[in-house]
DNA sequence: TCCTTTATGCAAGGACATTTCATAAAGAAT
DNA sequence: ATTCTTTATGAAATGTCCTTGCATAAAGGA
């Protein structure tokens, strides 16, 4: 699925660098880049880009429009334009629940085409099975009309601890997919790359990316509700753990008690939360603290409790805000791991110095 | 200081790479290497690794040893015989304290030749000073015999909050020193990389790298004695925090009652210390735990309380263990926070997939 | 002394990249 | 309409680097 890059004693090497840099030009490129555009950019000589844009046509990777000669200081000869082809394959994000299954459809630069939902009443989790996904992911596909698109990986949010090879370890929602390789059945199915991650973990990853915390380096995101759980982004990544279960910190008998809360008490419960937290902060030192949940007009008060608390334990305060992120945010995060392998495997990583 | 590596669109690149590995593979292997060992190694082709030998042994980064005939079942040509002159330059690793400046010296496989010590008695702090440092770590390269040897890089253990940059930022033991520039104001004596690092953070990597949890991809080690903090290693990599204050856990209430242990309140610390560390261990799902401190033979009983209480909270009990390393780990981290500069400089990182 | 084995020396051939000079296509000026 | 200026493309020459393949060197064993 991958690209390979050749070893350092081919010289073919330099050409898939360079291919790899003229492509990875155009996808961070919103805009049109020409031939000339891309030259200045990277640095690399005409006759390269040249022999590089050509190839990578070939593939399908960008395509060349007509020359633009139109606009008013536009001097000289037209020069030759190039796109990337962000249609080329697509990207899904899934939100496994007993609630739903939420499938997003998005391309290969994550911008998110397409949305499908399906709806449970929550009572029988047994109904969440691989072919009832699989029929949700190819019901969503269709609709959006990318039938028989190369599907470039897809980023699974599951209730419940997953391995890093994507065997479900344990669940307290759908205990009846324990032991079920979920990462490799969808994956056969589907023929792509299928990452199955805990779905706070993959709404930590949605905050981080596009949400309060948006590219702090460090995050810790607290999920409220029927269950605490947690979230850490560190130096830009998700923390899986050891077992795939960081962030399970619902466990804790200080947050435990704090289940169902009422909004009358939203002060307490922001204290026993800070307090909670304190730990946490204090040992990982992060940048920023979200904290996802329904709040409506108590937010004010609730944040204030919760700093207060942290100020009272840590040297240094985090800052702490509320998510923005709605209901879409495990499949969100679905979307974004799976562009993060889709950029990986693709455009290959920064260059190691 | 360090090496850079041509762009990819020079063919030099390839020859820079192929040096980089043939080093690598020398550093890396502890006996010597032939030539066609090499070649075999690595797959590069013999008189492209005839001409980085070349290059390198130019450089002085190995040095060609005459071809050995001697031994029972070795036929043919004597091939010509390579090694790495790990003696090319030094590390250094430190420890600043209160009561002693340690310094370990190393070679650059990070094996230590020389040890000093400068010994104080904890009452006047303000005796550590940048003159004070810099003559006792001038003082033990003398007594090294590597005067006059490159100094590839300096790791330092500093007690107290230091930012990325080596600015130390709070400290409560040598209060006088908020402000300095620690890094800077060594790097410019030494003329060499100085990297300046909480003491239980380099604590933390010594226990990774040469410790009980020796290897683990994720640990939490904690240090215990006048004052509680911890360090946590995530993903082989060690965390700093976002203002390089990550493990100051020793601000929460329930660690900080149990400060100056009695040896016969083992088993209730060891609660505290589970308790405490619960929060963590559910957090980031460690593989393994550390301890460091001085137990004599209580080990085993507050070993068995700290595992007794995680059992109690946690999903995945990490393993649990106590630390080996004696009153050298700062500085042991120190030389591998230093080598670790010198491996990414000199033989660079992976190559990017 | 000759054969086998292992290793080095050297030349030929191919892939890439860069620089340089010539040519093409547009707007602006005469 | 023609010419000039600007911007961009086309194509050839040159050099670096790597690999393959053949010849040579240096050891032990028969």
Redesign the interface.
């Known amino acids: 699925m ?1 690209i390979k ?1 050749p ?3 081919d ?1 073919a ?2 050409r898939s ?2 291919r790899r ?1 003229i492509l990875r030009t155009l996808f961070d490129s919103d805009s049109l880049e020409t031939l000339a555009g891309i030259v200045k950019k ?4 005409r006759p ?1 880009v040249e022999a590089s844009l050509a190839e990578l046509a070939e593939q399908k990777w960008i395509e060349e429009l007509s020359p633009d000669s139109s606009g008013p200081g536009r001097l000289g000869r037209p020069a030759r334009r190039f796109r990337f082809r962000n249609e080329f394959g697509i990207l899904v994000g899934l939100d496994l629940g007993i609630h739903k299954i939420l499938v997003k459809i998005a391309d290969t630069r994550g911008t998110v085409l397409h949305e499908h939902v399906y709806r449970m009443d929550g009572t029988s989790p047994e109904q969440l099975t691989v072919g009832k996904i699989l029929e949700e992911v190819r019901a969503a596909i269709n609709e959006s009309g990318h039938r028989g698109s190369r599907i470039w990986a897809m980023g699974c949010g599951f209730p419940g ?1 997953v391995t890093a090879a994507g065997v479900v370890q ?1 669940s307290v929602v759908v205990p009846h997919l324990t032991g079920v390789n979920l990462a490799a059945e969808l994956s056969e199915q589907l023929n792509t790359v299928v990452l199955v991650e805990n779905d706070a973990n993959l709404a930590t990853l949605a905050e981080h990316r596009e949400g309060a915390s948006h590219d ?3 995050v810790v995101v607290v999920k409220t509700g029927r269950r605490i759980s ?1 979230g ?1 982004i ?2 830009g ?1 998700l ?11 619902g ?3 200080i947050l435990r008690w704090a289940e169902a809360p009422k909004l009358k008490d939203v002060v307490e419960y922001g204290q026993a939360l800070g307090a ?1 937290l ?3 902060v ?6 920023a603290v979200v904290i996802q949940g329904e709040f409506k007009d108590q937010e004010a008060a609730l944040l204030a409790a919760v700093r207060t608390e942290l100020d009272r ?4 305060t ?1 800052s702490v805000q509320v998510s923005k992120l709605g209901a879409g945010a495990v499949a969100a995060g679905g979307v974004h791991l799976a562009g993060d392998r889709f950029r ?1 495997d693709v455009l ?6």
């Open positions: 991958s890059l070893s350092p004693s010289p090497l330099l660098l360079n840099t990277t640095g690399v000589s390269t601890v344990r702090a380096r460090s947690s850490l560190i130096n990544a923390l899986r753990g050891h077992h795939g279960a960081a962030g399970e910190i466990a804790l008998p909670g304190a730990a946490l204090l040992a990982v030192d992060p940048e334990f840590c040297i240094y985090p990986t290959g990583l920064s260059f190691a110095q």
